[in-house]
């Protein structure tokens, strides 16, 4: 226990020390501690005195109720959450600013309030003008919803306790205060005590909350990290903002899986559902040079998305590696073994590799489908057989020594792309497509050419 009514927490993992350390116990990051008034309300509650303890009751024998749940009538988010939001539960929902989070979530109350539900959204960041404004946009229950403005703590939980709403938004937990703390909003001490707060009166009046909460690009902000523990839920909200998909992915989630994700549009009048992503984004793609098709997986469903790349040469060192929608240092590891393996050299050349569509894919069996269109961007050929109509498409991933791994769920990958009539897929071993062991093998097939040329050149 300190001893005085403040406690050190760590900006970058929440851990809390008694005293100031130069590096964070928790995590190991130097200079993170940051000294907060000691939460009152949401500390650690202390053991009770002179408490007889509990008798523990066997798991088979607890009362569990199938749980009702609260449709939020969107379907993409519907599934994320699992079917829909559990009474009583905290969802808190992270995004950077601009991609559609009050959008979302005030849609969801219009839906909710259509149904028949008691709503409440509470706003920090906008006057209930605004509110109105954007809500006008929306389908027609959204005007239905009350609302607040307000970032008092103090005021929203009173107003929570008296309207006792089936869901309430809070948007955003940045911008309320509380006034014991004398951090300013949206400090981690000051983020940390209103979600303790919020969750404990969602659990008492069974109120369920969308917490909303903003992240930096780098997803570093003080705020979502650490209070990814205190609630049930955390939904990420992502895709560049200028660009038109964004995908909402459960990070997690105590009633139901995180492999979900859904895949939403910003339109004129709010987000709407893709439900035909991959309809779109093949009917997109080429058979230019340097264009592959994906098939990866959103969570359980399977979405065929365009790798697109472009090798020039380049006038610096180190040359550029320029990525979008895929993770850089995959993409390091991807160019090394293409370089190491493949045969394709890049020291010199500037590579940009693009997801088209804004869609960002975080899965090794994308590994392939980039390999393949950095090779063919740098060969200047379009892959597949010279004869083919369709766009090739691949998945799997690449290991360091060149062989080409199984990734999950090969079989509903390739129905996908049969589905979009997609005539040849490059699979690794075992997967029943174009299988390919190694990347050589891959880039035999989707390079055909190049394989002639090169067996030339071994012959000569
Ligand atoms: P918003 O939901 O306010 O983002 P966040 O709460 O995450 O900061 O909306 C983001 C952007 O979406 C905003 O710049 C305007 C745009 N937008 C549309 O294109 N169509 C719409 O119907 C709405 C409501 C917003
Ligand atoms: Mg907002």
Known sequence: MARSGTVHVCSACGHEEPRW?????????????VEEARAGSSGRSPARA???????????????PELARLLTGIGELDRVLGGGIVPGSVVLIGGAPGIGKSTLTNMALGNLASAGHRTLYVSGE??????????????AGALTVPAIAETDLETVIATLERERPD?????????????????????????????????????????????????TKEGALAGPRVLEHLVDCVLAFEGERERTYRTVRAIKNRFGSTNEAGVFEMRQDGLVEVLDASARFVDAATRAPGSVVLAAMEGTRPLLVEVQALVTPSELVPPRRVVNGFDRNRLALVLAVLTRHGGVPLASSDVFVNVVGGVRVDEPGAD??????????????????????????????LGLTGELRWVGHPERRLAEARKFGLETVIAPAGSDGHDAATLRDALTVALPQLAVRQRARVAA
């Open 126 to 139: 906008e006057s209930t003008a605004q509110v109105r404004l954007r809500a006008a946009r929306l389908p």
């Open 50 to 64: 002179g408490g007889a303890g509990l008798k523990p009751i066997p798991l088979a024998d607890v009362h569990a």
């Open 167 to 215: 869901v309430c938004v809070i948007d955003s937990v940045q911008t309320l205060d509380a006034r014991e703390l004398s951090g300013a909003p949206g400090s981690v001490g000051q983020v940390r005590e209103v979600a303790g707060r919020i969750v404990a009166v969602a659990k008492r009046e069974r109120i369920a909350v969308l917490l909303v909460g903003h992240v």
């Open 368 to 397: 392939l489908a980039v390999a393949l269109a950095v090779a063919s961007a740098a060969r200047g050929a379009p892959l597949g057989p010279p004869e083919a109509s369709t766009p090739l498409a691949a998945f799997g991933e």
């Open 21 to 33: 350390h130069g590096r964070c116990p928790g995590c190991g990051e130097w200079n993170s501690l």
